[in-house]
């Protein structure tokens, strides 16, 4: 791996760290590199149980996918945000677990800024980064960036 992809991996891990679980006054949160955004207010609406109101929606009912992903769970993204969300996971009973970003390796390579990654859920308890090599939704290579609501032991909410 590159001392440029280091450094953007190390600033991600730093910018989550330091963004979860705070609230902006900022009328906007940068979502994507590209612009996309999301307001304090929307952020401030979401719920932390299934379904959150509009303008989230069913990832299943945007693409082809499973309503719960093993791993993930019920995932729910204003379309407006795509393709790196903040998409909100849910488990089995509908109890917000997480907070996801999908960040397209393009990004990551072109080195774009990624600024207030918003957690909509809340505090964070852990992240996780990993890679993808693309799915229905986001069909380009690209990052999961997980901001996990619920301690370690209980991501097993969403295992299966």
């Known amino acids: 791996m590159s001392m440029g992809r280091v450094k953007l991996f190390s600033a991600l891990i730093a910018a989550t760290a330091l963004t979860a679980g705070c609230s902006s006054t900022d009328s906007n ?71 996801i970003y999908m960040i397209p390796m393009k990004d990551i390579t072109d080195q774009k800024k990624f600024s207030d990654l918003a957690a909509p859920g809340g505090n964070v308890d852990h992240t996780t980064l990993y890679y993808n090599a693309g799915h229905p939704g986001v069909q380009e290579p690209h990052y999961h960036v997980v901001l996990w609501h619920v301690p370690k032991d209980q991501e097993a909410l969403v295992a299966k």
């Open 29 to 99: 949160h940068s979502a994507t590199a590209s612009g996309s955004a999301a307001s304090s207010a929307q952020m401030a609406a979401v719920s932390m149980q299934a379904p959150p109101p509009a303008p989230y929606k069913a990832v299943s009912s945007l693409v082809k996918l499973p309503n719960f992903l093993p791993g993930l769970g019920t995932l729910y993204v204003d379309p407006k945000t795509l393709p790196a969300g903040p998409f909100l996971a849910y488990d089995h009973q509908g109890k917000m677990v997480s907070t």
